[in-house]
């Protein structure tokens, strides 16, 4: 998506989709208002409704969303670096070139290379800023498809005491420009008393082009989401009970099409979770790769999914989605934002609850509890510009693929409780976002 596409303001935006989605859109489904809710559940799409009458509150989340939630946010916070001069960008290795035949946003974007043994490392002067209370998100391109990769974006915040590290991990199955939101992973000891940016890749050759580094306000009021990935059996039978134990509910991204199968929830089970306040969001239908099928497959998997969730009953979090092995295109991004404003995908840490990025929401696996609770001991301290952090799990259980066993995820339970932290649904992290 470039910029010129991106400065659509909201309204010119809804307006040109709307009729598309007139035509394109409706006939299997309900029929969509302005603010992306339906109060029509007929298929009539000869509506006569007028932009001047008020509507009333929808009562349940339909299958089809207008616009773009990206469109909404990506203009949060204030441009840091616009990438148009680059002046300030010292090269420590690798090499930097501007780029204008790619770009996220404006005339130009910040090309990084590495040098032959695989690394690139570049420094930003960062003044104006309060560290312990601002984050940052950017656009980025990434022309490796295939790889998992592992930039690293480290702030030495004097004000803070520490060197913060942002960190983000990714599979890009198709270059794309993707926007990220940073959140903070890990911290290490000052080095020095300037405050900058460290921008850098290494062990791998690589072409990157940033763009649109923006900094962020942070809102201070630490909250902490649990989520489970693929409607385990061992989410009821093990997570849920100690949870019950201590207060905590948890939002489970469902593999709609293996409910009551080997070793996942029954639609009992499910519905007996969400009357203790548990709540479901989409993981797709079968559980695929999905930016590897083709754009007929994700649409499928993306449609079907949230289709089972609204006629079972499951509406909270049904327009929340996470991208199955965090696999996705911006091909799947666009046609998430159909059925979802909410989707997320395992990076690295803690994050910023005011995110830029709705369709590439920050999550941190939490299969290892020591790094769960040191996490957590950064979402509640004050020099520490966080207040949200996302743990998710799969099973809980000994001795398996994706796994953390019972004392360790009952340990973090305990610690969560311990330090009193504040626990949300992520149908709330999502609602936060839209005012
Ligand atoms: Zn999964």
Redesign the pocket.
């Known amino acids: 998506m470039n910029g010129s596409q991106r400065s659509l303001s909201k309204r010119a935006f809804l307006a040109s989709v709307g009729t598309a989605c007139v035509a394109g859109c409706l006939g299997s489904s309900n029929g969509s208002s302005e603010n992306g809710n339906s109060t029509d559940n007929s298929t009539d799409t000869n509506s006569t409704d007028s932009d001047s009458e008020p509507e009333p509150e929808p009562k349940e989340p339909t299958l089809f969303l207008v616009g773009d939630p990206r469109d909404e946010l990506w203009d949060r916070g204030e441009s840091w670096q616009d990438c148009e001069s680059l002046d300030e960008w010292e090269v420590l290795s690798g090499s930097l070139e501007p780029a204008t035949d790619n770009t996220y946003r404006g005339s130009q974007s910040a090309h990084l290379t590495s040098a032959g043994d695989g690394e690139v490392r570049v420094r930003i002067p960062l003044e104006g800023y309060d560290l312990t209370e601002t984050t940052f998100s950017l656009a980025m391109y990434i022309d490796s498809p295939g790889n998992h990769y592992s930039p690293s974006f480290d702030v030495n915040a004097p004000e803070s005491g520490r060197e913060l590290h942002f960190r983000t991990r990714h599979k890009i199955d198709e270059p794309g420009w993707i926007r990220y939101d940073l959140g903070v992973s890990l911290t290490s000891a000052l080095a020095g008393e300037e405050s900058y940016m460290t921008i850098s890749w290494g062990g791998s050759d690589v072409d990157w082009y940033i763009d649109d580094i923006r900094a962020v306000s942070v809102e201070r009021d630490p909250k902490l989401f649990v989520q489970f990935?693929?409607s385990l059996r061992t989410t009821y039978d093990t997570a849920f009970p100690i949870m019950e134990e201590y207060g905590i509910t948890a939002t489970n991204?469902a593999?709609t099409g293996r409910e009551g199968a080997d070793r996942h929830l029954t639609l009992s089970q499910m519905e007996e979770m969400q009357e203790a306040g548990w709540e479901f969001g989409s993981?797709t239908h079968t559980?695929r790769r999905t930016g590897e099928l083709s754009l007929d497959e994700q649409r499928e998997e993306l449609e079907k999914s949230k289709e089972w969730l609204l006629d079972h009953g499951f509406t909270q979090a049904a327009s929340t989605f996470?991208y199955?092995?965090g696999s996705f295109t911006t091909g799947t991004m666009d046609l998430a934002a159909d059925y979802y404003d909410f989707a997320t995908h395992g990076q690295r840490g803690a994050m910023n609850r005011l995110v830029s990025s709705p369709l590439s929401v920050n999550r941190h696996p939490a299969d290892n509890a020591e790094q769960s609770m040191a996490l957590i001991d950064l979402l509640l301290d004050e020099r520490i510009p966080t207040d949200t952090l996302v743990l998710y799990y799969?099973d809980v259980i000994e001795d398996h693929d994706l796994w953390i066993n019972p004392e360790d995820f009952e340990e973090t339970m305990a610690y969560i409780d311990e330090r009193n932290v504040d626990c949300r649904l992520t149908s709330e992290l999502r609602a936060h976002q839209f005012g």
């Open positions: 990935d693929d991204f593999i993981h559980h996470a199955p092995f799969h």
